[in-house]
């Protein structure tokens, strides 16, 4: 039986010849922290191009496939697919870079940059039509919430949560699916952040990583991309971009609440689900799959569950669970 990088390369070697494909020239260009693999080969005239590998076991490219004809509709940068094998699972695509917004992104050209980005989101959101995408429904909600107890509190804090715990964790995390699903819904990207942005030759930025897309809550990508998960901002900088996209979305007929006081709640909420479920994902990336390298973030993450659960009574609990859970007792600041 051929191995993987065998199969690739026959499937290169059999695309047409105006490529220009060098096979030989193939190298690793990212990894995720999924199934999927990307090289990066040379082309015709200097041309670069990106090769999607994703086991048809492990991962589907219909998804991506379907996703990318959505932004490119939406006038989007993301990459272009010029040819496709679905049954095996391999994808040519356009290569938009070797620098991501993560690499470049410092305080000078910050405003600039994630400026850019929310441009490219309004444009996504406003591309939104209804029944086209997955919903972001409660059971989805629900389950990336409880990868927080299998994973994060069971299996890397060793942790076994009592009664009281439990009722806790489930009154807390009712709390929050109330207002997750109380949003209006748009086209949702699911992992907008800046290493998932790329410093393009086309317009900025640059979109990957969308093949998870969804119809749901409108500020799940805007909490995506603000409070991020290698790289964070003090809390003054994230309102006034906050604020800034509002308004934005406001002026373009987004779904979002009339009163920034409301809609601020809402991203917090929204962010705080996100992070309870990368604390599960991290740890779950490294016991069932050996990728440790992602655990480093995690005290990011439980500074942003800490900070949330802190500024509202009804998150308190939270609070208090994960200083038992971590068996730390932090000093808590407050912005208003």
Known sequence: MPDRQSERQQWLKSLPSRYGLDCQSEEPASADASFRSYYRLKGEGGKTYIVMDAPPAKESVAPFMKVTALFEKAGLNVPHIFEADEKAGFLLLSD???????????????????????????RWQTSTEEGVLPEYSREL?????????????????????NDRQKSILKICFER???????????????????RNLMVSDGPLPGILDYQDAVYGPVTYDIASLLRDAFISWNEEFVIDMTIRYWEKARAAGLPVAHDFGQFWKDVEWMGLQRHLKVLGIFARINYRDGKPKYLADTPRFL??????ANRYDELRPLLYLVDEIEQTVPQYGYTF
């Open 141 to 161: 909600l629900s389950r990336e919430l409880n990868l927080f107890p299998e994973w994060y509190i069971a299996r890397h804090r060793q942790t076994e949560l």
């Open 96 to 122: 938009l870079g070797r620098q991501t917004f993560l690499d470049v992104l410092n305080e000078s050209n910050a405003r600039e940059l994630l400026t850019q980005a929310t441009d490219s989101l309004i």
């Open 176 to 194: 929050i699916l109330q207002n997750n699903l109380a949003q209006p819904k748009v086209f949702v990207h699911r992992d907008f952040m800046p």
């Open 303 to 308: 500074g942003y569950v800490r900070q949330t």
